[in-house]
């Protein structure tokens, strides 16, 4: 797909402050007063600011409060209506930190729980799409699970669980990779079966349907470069992964290296997420691309 | 409800013969007037006559080039390409609003437009790029099978097809019940092979496209050679006087 | 929530207030269209059921009407010429001062120098009218597009027997079996020929096309014959040779009803190679039965076709010997032609099975010509159809006569599930007008401007041989130009040859664009000045409702309505609508009034013709006899009781074809849904150039005044008649720089002979031909200022065979330089596997000039999209003797588009925009809107 900076970012971002808010919940670290009222203020940030986002990009966002509706069919709707219960469970439970020097330890864990499941939903909403075989493969949540609780445990200024994460994430993000590089062919799906004129022979496209642009060009067949992907997984391999795991691994535990860490692995992420939906070959190119 | 009915009354849809399809684009533009006209938000065009112009239409004319496995010469192949109103519709459970819904009278898929948020996730999940999101009225809009036609008592009855069935002039587009074996539609597909668009998807898609019919055969199966009545001129002369005796 | 069957929906809206039923101009098919209004706008169009056209369905232009209909780039008032020409440069004016303009200059003129008016009408389908209106005027200068579309066609198919495909009439469709197709520019009959190709699929019918470029129709074809462009002649003259050597022709067909039997004088002189007639001129036969030589239409004789006379041979025997000949055998011409010779006598053995061995037979009783009656009608299921890719070529008239004596031989020609003529033809070329450029000032012209020359003695030439008619049609270097030759005007009148001009007068044709070969130098030609700095051509008048490229070239702009705000007729006068079962006709009428200040064109007509007191459009008295259109179409009498619309004429609208004018026609037309049919009796359905119940129905309804029966001419007199002034005999002679060609080109039977740019040019030099189509959702200039129709093809790309491709290393992305011997442009790319190995093709008029059309300057249409128009000159290159020789067909004058050769390379770097660029132009209407959701 094409990846708007936008929709990188604020994904990015979420992910960490649902990420923030799981450790917070298990009381790792155990803040109360300004100190939870800072990291609290991270976390909604991360995560609101997130959502907000996608409710941003809605074309139609008046209807947007129907999207609580669908909860037994539609993992959208279940990252919806699981982010809000996430939030208000967590409202609780900083508010009574913040305010109240109380630790509601419940409502902690059950934020907990909601916030992982937020962001195995969120990842459901990708995973799902067998229209993206790079998507539709297992591994997926359990990226955007690491992802989240990675970021989450380096924003809890945990270095060596962090790291250990980071280890594990990276080694995990590497085999994604490779799996998803051989998706579209496992697939089944050709330019030969979308059009069933596999049974004649080879098939390629003459014509498009239209020379103008329109909404599944815009969105769904965008192709990075070969080379450019591979730079950008190298990139993302060293910012997320190698550089973060060095620093909080190998060196004594601090704030600063621990912030350069963080801020590496961010920069990782964003360099990933945005591979993540550049590299995304959506079944329907079969119709449009000319190779 | 973005649950997807277990049964339908009628599996309504299109066949299509890619074997007859001319590719002059009637279907394209018949759709695109009825479907401004009628259901739901007109099918806008941004940038109309700018310098990149970008509408919303719900089908579209493709043109492939097929290179035969046996080596003969490719074949050009129009491929028009609309909602398939699958009966496994991914587009339909991944709605998070219920906008998107499959009718259990008739199986069409439809958005309900007072409910589409259009966060694009319908257009994602199918495979076939038959969504498009109308960037003017923010809505996702799809074939309707011209539910607005089809049932439409202010117009004959004779015209209660589709806008872009009406309209075909080579005869490519045909509409009917697939869910009755003994439909017109249904004995069309049986005899000519009517297939699947990307079956591994797993969308079961009640659309089928008629395969076109085998092509470049003269050489393969020639006529039978012409004999020689005369190699000449004067030989030529001595058969036409017998042949027109004959007549 | 609601659950899905609880969602309610209206299913049964109300489609229309209204709807009005009237006719298609998105092309030039015309079929019948169902307008549905809502609040007073078109809301809706779809195609009218009950239509002869097209019953019901339409194609992806018709259906996008609306579109056209609410074009920015409509005109919106009349324009006069501010700036300087190419400006773009107008003021808006009122109509009175438009047509005082117009009458200032045309006025003088009439009444000194008439044909210092030259008047030529591009798309037009009112020729009978404007035509009328060019003869009152008094101007010879007068024709239609024809000469740049496909009069090698028409010319060929007339002269060979009395019509020609589209218009002319169709294959049988309901019955044959093999359908093949030539070269077709999709406009050209255009949702006829879908409907019947999906009709023949659905009876197990098959379609050979034969064609350099695979896409369209030759997409659905079973068959695709991938030939060589400009050997289209070669492959049918070898299918003939092949048809001859194995005695596959239809003898019984070939005596009765053509001249194969008419002896032919082999005596050296004057008469050489014309036919042997008796004391009536009647050509004369053998008879079968006595042996005698009796003319050939006597009751009761039937022609033998060995029989000879002395050296005096027939026809038939004249033909056996050119096509037995070895140059015409598969092996001789398959080189040529891009096919293998096993494949040509594969296609000839394919032809002579399905008409001999799958032969049909009606049990129908009809009468023939000789009055002898037969019970059966018997069909061949074969049939042929034929435009602008075999006509396009400077052999395409011999090529077009080929394939018309190829249907005959193979006795397919108006029989069952063969080639049917739609009424009012057939009409053999004797029953054409003749050719006339009589002028006398202030008078008409002595008759109708365009016709069909029977031999030199017809021709348009003064005593000094110099051509009366500013386009040189009917002069020895294009004698049977039966369509003028509108592609060489623009060029004629700036160089004064054959004489100046003083006003040029244009309707729908983009002269300054697409619609001219070599358009840089049109543009220049129409801009240029003389040594007094006044415009070498000194008035431009221009007529069109929208703003095309052409408008910025003009004095004086006439804006025109769109389609659905005027008044027309598709005349049987004209280029009807009929079908080969029924003579029909139609109207177009304003479903909508104008909302800009624009005026019909034929209206427009009118009101000058009234304000100069033109003969024939005023009485003795000087008064007007029609107000506008409308009422000339439904007063008008062309012969008594005979006039531009054959439904409900009389006075109470009870007569068809013949009866005085009805005050009433129009709505009579507009009740029955915007056209009239008149059905051929069934016993007239078939054979009817011999039919007499068909010529007896034809005189009835006021086709002809009397029978016309006729023999098919394959071999055609009046060429013979050419070729023996050449070789000096007869008083009219031509020049001496033309005979050989004359000789060789005008051959009495079929030939072949290379197109001329494959013996001007190099062809190692310029080793690729290169074509252009129209895509079957755009036509010509049109579809772009459609916001639907850009969006499906807003850009085009050159495409290129496999060969040719990975020869040079091209890359989807790439751009290339195509050179002519005239020219060069850089062009994008794109590969096309089903393609001639020796051919690339684009599409054609998809190029716009920045500024033009309402379109943003940065279009792609502007930027990327391109014109092969640059590559072609509407002259051969210079041979050195100082002659001008026109790139065009040497016996009809048809512009040679396709003869076009070229070279291809890769271009490094890749411009940024496709080459050449033009400056923009001002567009006098501004710029569409930005965006479009409209419902009513």
């Excluded at chain 3, 009118?606 to 007007?624: C, H, I, R, S, Y």
Aim: aromatic letters at 10%.
């Amino acid at each position: 797909m094409h990846p708007a900076p936008s929709v990188i970012v604020f994904t990015s971002i979420s992910g960490l402050g649902f990420g923030y808010f799981i450790w917070l919940g298990l009381g790792i670290p155990d803040l109360y007063g300004w100190e939870a009222f800072a990291a609290f203020f991270v976390a909604y940030a991360f995560s609101v600011g997130g959502l907000l986002a996608s409710v941003f990009h809605l074309a139609n966002k008046k209807n947007a409060i129907y999207s609580f509706s669908q909860w037994k069919t539609s993992w959208l709707s279940r990252e919806g209506i699981l982010s809000v219960l996430a939030l208000l469970a967590f409202a609780v439970f900083a508010i009574g930190r913040i305010f109240f020097a109380t630790a509601l330890p419940v409502f902690g864990y059950l934020g907990a729980a909601l916030a992982l499941l937020t962001v195995f939903s969120t990842s459901m909403i990708y995973t799902q799409l067998k229209t993206v075989p790079r998507w539709n493969m297992p591994i997926n949540p359990v990226l955007f699970l690491l992802y989240s609780v990675a970021g989450g445990a380096l924003l809890s200024m945990q270095p060596k669980v962090a790291g250990v994460l980071i280890v594990l994430l990276t080694a995990l993000q590497v085999a994604g990779w490779m799996m998803g590089d051989k998706r579209l062919a496992e697939s089944g799906s050709t330019k030969g079966t979308a059009t069933g004129l596999n049974t004649i022979g080879q098939v390629r496209l003459f014509e498009s349907a239209h020379t103008s642009r329109n909404y599944i060009l815009d969105e769904m067949v965008h192709m990075v470069g070969r080379k450019h992907a591979q730079k950008l997984r190298m990139i993302s391999i060293v910012a997320l992964g190698a550089v973060p795991a060095a620093l909080l691994l190998l060196l004594p535990p601090n704030l600063i290296v621990t912030l350069v860490a963080l801020a590496s692995h961010v920069i990782g992420v964003f360099a990933s997420r945005w591979l993540f939906f550049a590299e995304a070959e959506h079944v329907v190119g079969l119709y449009y691309n000319r190779d | 409800m973005t649950m997807l009915p277990t049964h339908t009354e009628k599996k309504l849809g299109l066949v299509i013969d890619l074997d007859t399809c001319v590719g002059c684009h009637g279907c394209v533009t018949a759709c695109k007037g009825w479907n401004t006209q009628n259901y739901g938000a007109p099918l806008s065009d941004m940038d109309a006559y700018g310098a990149d112009p970008e509408g919303t239409f719900l089908n579209r004319v493709f043109n492939y080039e097929v290179a035969p496995a046996d080596g003969g010469a490719s074949q050009t192949v129009h491929f028009p390409k609309s909602c398939l109103h699958c009966e496994d519709a991914p587009c339909v459970t991944v709605c998070p609003t219920g906008a998107s819904y499959k009718r259990v009278s008739d199986g069409i898929v439809l958005v309900n437009e007072d409910r589409c948020m259009g966060c694009g996730l319908c257009a994602w999940a199918c495979p076939y790029g038959a969504r498009e999101l109308d960037y003017d009225a923010g809505i996702m809009k799809k074939c309707t099978l011209c539910v607005d036609r089809i049932y439409n008592e202010n117009i004959p009855e004779v015209d209660r097809v589709p806008a872009c069935v009406r309209t075909c002039p080579a005869g490519a587009r045909h509409f009917g019940d697939l869910g009755d074996p003994d439909s017109d539609v249904s004995k069309l597909v049986a005899e000519r092979g009517g297939m699947d668009l990307m079956p591994e998807q797993g969308t079961k898609p009640v659309n089928k496209y008629l395969p076109p019919r085998p092509k470049d055969t003269l050489d393969k199966q020639p006529p039978k050679a012409l004999e020689t009545v005369a190699v000449e001129a004067e030989g030529f002369l001595g058969w036409l006087d017998k042949a027109l005796e004959k007549l | 929530m609601t659950r899905p069957e609880n969602i309610q929906i209206e299913t049964s809206p109300p489609v229309s207030d209204e709807i009005r039923k009237t006719t298609c101009y998105m092309c030039a098919c015309r079929c019948g269209i169902n307008v549905h209004m809502k609040d007073g706008q078109i809301a809706y169009i779809e195609g009218n059921r009950d239509h002869p056209v097209n019953q019901g369905v339409l194609c992806g232009k018709g259906s996008s009407g609306i579109m056209q209909h609410y074009a920015p780039s409509r005109l919106r008032a009349p324009l006069k010429r501010v700036g300087p020409r190419g400006s773009g440069e107008f003021e808006e004016i009122s109509w009175e001062e438009a047509l005082d303009i117009a009458t200032g200059w045309l006025e003088p003129i009439r009444q000194t120098d008439p044909k210092k008016l030259a008047f030529f009408t591009g798309r037009d389908q009112s020729q009978s009218f404007t035509s009328f209106w060019a003869q009152s005027y008094g101007t010879p200068n007068y024709a239609a597009h024809g000469g740049f579309c496909s009069v090698n066609m028409a010319a060929g198919g007339i002269y060979t027997m009395g019509g020609a495909f589209w218009e002319f009439g169709q294959p049988d469709w309901d019955r044959t079996k093999l359908f093949v197709l030539f070269g077709v520019a999709e406009d050209h009959d255009s949702n006829p020929i879908k409907i019947g190709i999906g009709k023949m699929k659905g009876h197990g019918g098959k379609v050979m096309g034969i064609n350099p470029i695979r896409s369209g129709y030759n997409a659905v074809a079973d068959e695709w014959v991938g030939i060589t462009p400009g050997t289209d002649g070669l492959l049918i003259l070898s299918i003939a040779h092949e048809l001859f050597r194995s005695g596959k022709v239809d003898l019984d067909y070939l005596r009765r009803y053509t001249n194969a039997g008419f002896l032919v004088n082999a005596e050296e002189g004057p008469e050489k190679g014309l036919f042997l007639r008796d004391a009536d001129g009647k050509p004369l036969v053998i008879d079968q039965k006595t042996g005698k030589p009796e003319a050939f239409d006597k009751p009761g004789v039937i022609a033998n076709l060995a029989a000879s006379q002395g050296e005096n041979r027939t026809v038939f025997q004249l033909m056996a010997e050119k096509y037995l000949a070895a140059e015409y055998a598969p092996e001789a011409v398959a080189e040529r032609c891009g096919l293998s010779a096993e494949r040509i006598r594969n296609i000839a053995a394919e032809f002579a099975r399905v008409a001999f061995e799958e032969e049909i037979s009606l049990d129908v009783e009809w009468t023939d010509w000789k009055g002898e009656k037969h019970d059966k009608m018997i069909g061949r299921p074969i049939s042929f159809h034929a435009m602008r890719g075999i006509s396009a070529h400077s052999n395409g008239f011999q090529t077009a006569r080929a394939l018309h004596v190829l249907q005959i031989l193979l006795g397919s020609v108006e029989v069952p599930g063969g080639f049917r003529f739609k009424p009012p033809y057939p009409k053999p070329p004797e029953a054409h007008p003749k050719p006339h450029a009589g002028v006398t000032p202030g008078k008409p012209l002595d008759g109708p401007h365009l016709g069909y020359a029977m031999g030199p003695e017809h021709l348009l030439i003064e005593e000094d041989g110099t051509a009366k008619r500013i386009d040189k049609a009917f002069t020895w270097e294009n004698p049977f130009s039966a369509h003028g030759l509108m592609h060489m005007v623009i060029s004629n009148a700036h160089a004064g040859d054959p004489y100046k001009i003083d006003t040029l007068f244009l309707y729908m044709a983009n002269m300054a664009w697409n619609s001219s070969m070599n358009t840089a130098d049109v543009i220049r030609m129409l801009t240029d000045k003389d040594e007094n700095g006044e415009y070498v051509i000194p008035h431009i008048i221009y007529s069109d409702a929208y703003s095309s490229e052409t408008v910025a070239y003009a004095d004086l702009i006439l804006p025109d309505t769109t389609y659905l705000e005027r008044h027309d007729c598709i005349s049987l006068l004209d280029r009807p609508i009929c079908e080969a079962e029924a003579a029909a006709d139609s109207i177009r009428w304003p479903v909508v009034e104008p909302d800009r200040d624009v005026r019909n064109f034929q209206t427009v007509l009118v009101q000058l013709a009234n304000k100069m007191g033109l003969p024939g459009f005023t009485d003795e008295g000087g008064n007007a006899k029609w107000v506008d259109y409308a009422d000339y179409i439904q007063n008008h009498e062309r012969r008594p009781g005979v006039g531009p619309l054959a439904g409900w004429r009389g006075k109470d609208g009870d007569k068809s074809g013949r009866g005085e004018a009805n005050p009433n026609q129009i709505e009579k037309y507009i009740e029955n849904g915007g056209f009239w049919i008149g059905h051929i009796p069934e016993e007239a359905q078939f054979y009817k150039p011999w039919n007499k119940a068909y010529q007896d129905w034809a005189v009835e309804i006021g086709l002809y005044d009397s029978p016309l029966f006729y023999a098919f001419n394959l071999y055609v007199e009046p060429l013979r008649k050419m070729q023996l002034a050449a070789e000096g005999h007869g008083d009219v002679q031509p020049p001496d720089h033309l005979r050989d060609r004359i000789q060789r080109t005008m051959d009495p039977l079929p030939t072949w002979y290379e197109p001329f740019e494959n013996t001007n040019v190099d062809v190692d030099e310029f080793p690729v031909h290169a074509l252009t189509q129209r895509p079957m959702q755009m036509y010509h200039s049109w579809g772009t200022q459609n916001a639907w129709l850009r969006q499906i093809t807003g850009k085009n790309y050159m495409y290129l065979p496999k060969k040719i491709w990975q020869e040079n290393g091209f890359e989807d992305g790439d751009y290339a330089r195509i050179t002519s011997v005239h020219g060069s442009i850089v062009v994008p790319v794109a590969l096309h596997e089903g393609l001639n190995d020796h051919t690339i093709w684009t599409w054609n008029a998809i190029g716009k000039r920045k500024g033009a059309w309402a379109l943003d300057e940065k279009a792609p249409e502007a930027t990327e999209g391109f014109l092969l128009n640059h590559l072609i000159h509407e002259l051969q290159p210079p041979k050195g003797d100082g002659m001008r020789w026109t790139n065009s067909d040497p016996v009809t004058g048809q512009a040679a588009w396709f003869d076009l050769r070229v070279k291809i390379e890769k271009a490094d770097p890749k411009p940024d925009e496709a080459q050449p660029v033009f400056p923009p132009i001002k567009s006098p209407v501004g710029k569409g809107p930005k965006n479009v959701a409209r419902k009513i």
